[in-house]
Nanobody
């Protein structure tokens, strides 16, 4: 019932920028916390950035000052602006959405992931 569409991944040279978007949809009571995780080659999935419904943000130390997470509550969309990209940022980026369903309690939904590749 909850669906997530990720977009914006691709190939970019080191120092370049990409903007990821994740639009959530579905008949739910609310969309609350949203965020981005990533799986780097040979590593476990790690959180990149999160944002609450009232705008509080948290970032992984390695992306502070380079990435910015934001959201448009009217569109149920979360963004990740990635600047000064490094080859070490290469990986699969996943959008995660938390919220409340109508009649079924809370939910957590993960996107399919979008590939980000940063070349040297």
């Amino acid at each position: 019932q909850v669906q997530v569409m990720e977009s914006g991944g691709g190939l970019v040279q080191a120092g370049g920028s990409l903007r990821l978007a994740c639009q959530a949809s579905g008949t739910v009571f609310s969309f609350d916390a949203m965020g981005w995780y990533r799986r780097l080659p040979g590593k476990q999935r790690d959180v990149v950035a999160t944002i609450t419904s009232d705008g509080n943000t948290n970032y992984q130390d390695s992306v502070k000052g380079r990435f910015t997470i934001s959201r448009d509550n009217a569109k149920n969309t979360v963004y990740l602006q990635m600047n000064s990209l490094k080859p070490e940022d290469t990986g699969v980026y996943y959008c995660v959405v938390q919220g409340e369903t109508i009649g079924f309690g809370p939910f957590e939904h993960w996107g399919q992931g979008t590939q980000v590749t940063v070349s040297s």
